[in-house]
């Protein structure tokens, strides 16, 4: 008898685990879980940003290689007050709406202008920045005003909006050459030494660039093509993800740190964002 009642005592000892399991605890006497913060959204720890790298001063590349702009830095605030990580990720920009809807990232906020198209296409933002298609020349062009490209080489990046509104103005057809290539800065590049005449491309990214590699060669003709706006894009189905984000950077805006990036980079603040859904 005194053995049989040992073996019992050892056997319950052994079987006894040292924490009770989950499943244990009776729900009277479980903690109720804090009413979660963004920073605690399920399934969402990071952001990939898809972005061309070559778009200053909204996306690029410094002189250590690093990304940095504009958009970079807000995409990176709002990441910063959800608590989740920001992944600047350069894509072909001439494909972008396939690299979103393929999934490779996860939005696109890198001086998207809104169009039409791109609503179908894609979840759109409300604008956040103000922008305007503009012609730059060397200031020794002789080329004032949009009938004088006449003739001349003009040049843009392909599959941009700088395309579509260059072919809608008066001097489209009457070119010598149109010059489509994947990127700005190099079409800059071929502006400065003459090999192009002018090149169609945004306001923000001709006023940062000339302010800061064309100041004295390079100027802005005052006929702008199209005034636009800015807006950040989502897959069509990720209404969760958008209504996060753009919630969240409405906050920025009104506490001023959108404000603050915007002197950044701009000298001004040029924010014009509003999201109904906060």
């Known amino acids: 008898m005194i053995a049989f009642v040992l073996s019992l005592a050892i056997l319950a000892a052994c079987g006894s685990p040292s924490a009770p399991s989950p499943s244990s605890v009776p729900e009277s006497t479980s903690p109720s879980p804090a009413p979660p913060e ?16 070559q778009f200053p001063p909204m996306g690029f590349r410094n ?10 830095d807000l995409a990176k605030a709002v990441c910063d007050r959800l608590g989740i990580e920001a992944v600047p990720t350069p894509i072909d920009w001439s494909t972008k709406e396939l690299e979103l809807n393929g999934g ?23 604008a956040y920045v103000a922008n305007a298609q503009v012609i730059v020349v060397r200031k020794d062009s002789g080329i004032k005003t949009l009938a004088e490209l006449s003739g001349k080489i003009v040049a843009l990046q ?29 079409l800059f590049n071929d502006l400065k030494i003459g090999r192009i005449d002018a090149v169609v491309i945004d306001k923000v990214f001709a006023d940062y660039y000339i302010a800061e590699n064309g100041e004295g060669l390079l100027e802005v003709l005052e006929e702008q093509l199209a005034d636009e706006e800015y ?10 993800l958008a209504g996060l984000i753009l919630a969240t950077l409405d906050e920025l805006v009104k506490d001023g740190t959108a404000a603050q990036i ?13 999201y109904p859904g906060a």
Do not use: H
């Not at 039409?116 to 296409?121: F, I, L, Q, S, V």
């Open 38 to 53: 963004p920073s605690q959204t399920p399934g969402i720890t990071k952001l990939v940003i898809g972005l061309d790298d």
């Open 63 to 72: 002189d250590q290689n690093e990304l940095v702009g504009f958009d970079i």
């Open 104 to 126: 490779k990232v996860d939005v696109l906020w890198n001086g998207l202008t809104i169009t039409d198209a791109r609503k179908e296409a894609m979840l759109m933002s409300p």
């Open 158 to 186: 392909e599959a941009s909006s700088a395309d579509e509104a260059y072919q809608g103005c008066s001097a489209a057809g009457t070119e010598k050459e149109l010059v489509k290539a994947p990127e700005n800065i190099s």
């Open 231 to 240: 807006g950040i894009a989502f897959q069509k189905e990720n209404q969760e």
């Open 262 to 274: 915007s002197q950044k980079w701009f000298g001004e603040d040029r924010i014009l964002f509003s």
